[in-house]
């Protein structure tokens, strides 16, 4: 599975973007799909995760209440809405997905996923 991660940017703070991870192939609809970040200097980070048959989803601490992830199974695409965004934002985003049969289940551990796509640099000012 290729991912495609795109809508990255530079925002000032407090403002929005909206990353999108694509996948072709019908199959992407049975992928639980994760997105992480990696900012210069730091390890790289879980951010958001999102299960593919009841669109369960789990984020991080540091992104709650101002990220949502959510899906489009019909057009193979996870989205990233990113709201409210803080310099400490600033990074290189990156899609992951795995193959499962269970509906519900996501990860939030990079370890659990098989596929990544290539990144996309977000920038927030400030």
């Known amino acids: 599975v290729q991912l495609q991660a795109s809508g990255g940017g530079l925002v000032q703070a407090g403002g929005s973007l909206r990353l999108s991870c694509a996948a072709p192939?019908?199959?992407?609809?049975?992928?639980?799909v994760g997105w992480f970040r990696q900012a210069p200097g730091k390890e790289r980070e879980f951010v958001a995760a999102?299960?593919?048959?009841?669109?369960?989803?789990f984020y991080a601490d540091s992104v709650k209440g101002r990220f949502t992830i959510s899906r489009d199974n019909a057009k193979n695409t996870v989205y990233l809405q990113m709201n409210s965004l803080k310099p400490e934002d600033t990074a290189v985003y990156v899609c992951?997905?795995?193959?499962?049969?269970?509906?519900?289940?996501?990860?939030?551990?990079?370890?659990?996923?098989?596929?990544w796509g290539q990144g996309t640099q977000v920038t927030v000012s400030s």
């Open positions: 992951a997905a795995r193959r499962t049969s269970y509906g519900s289940v996501l990860f939030f551990q990079g370890e659990n996923y098989n596929y």
């Open positions: 192939g019908p199959t992407f609809s049975s992928y639980a």
């Open positions: 999102i299960s593919w048959g009841d669109s369960n989803t």
